[in-house]
């Protein structure tokens, strides 16, 4: 079991960068993959990007690919979401999500709000 807790949200305007970061606490953290996930008012969840154990296999929404870069640091045991290049329509509560091999993401964090003002 792992224990996701997320940093780094806060209010930004259109084209600038924010940094979150999910720090995560149990036994292990190499066997999970991570993502990120958001969800806007009124919107359902949606996957953003995600990242395997040994910080391969990254995949993004089309929606932020080229703007958002996703890694992990393992000794840390901390992944993170680069995120340049702002709209307004990426405000959201951005979450970090963990799962094992072959299980759906069923670890996560209490998530962090980003605003990107016009």
């Known amino acids: 079991q792992v224990q996701l807790v997320e940093s780094g949200g806060g209010l930004v305007q259109a084209g600038g960068s924010l940094r979150l970061s999910c720090a995560a606490s149990g036994r292990t953290f190499t066997p999970y993959a991570m993502a990120w996930f958001r969800q806007a008012p009124g919107k359902e969840r949606e996957f953003v990007a995600g990242v395997g154990g040994s910080g391969g296999g990254r995949d993004y929404a089309d929606s932020v690919k080229g703007r958002f870069t996703i890694s992990r640091d393992n000794a840390k045991m901390t992944v993170y979401l680069q995120m340049n290049s702002l709209k307004p329509e990426y405000t959201a509560v951005y979450s970090c999500?963990?799962?094992?091999?072959?299980?759906?993401?069923?670890?996560w964090g209490q998530g962090t709000q980003v605003t990107v003002s016009s």
């Open positions: 999500a963990a799962a094992r091999l072959g299980e759906s993401y069923k670890y």
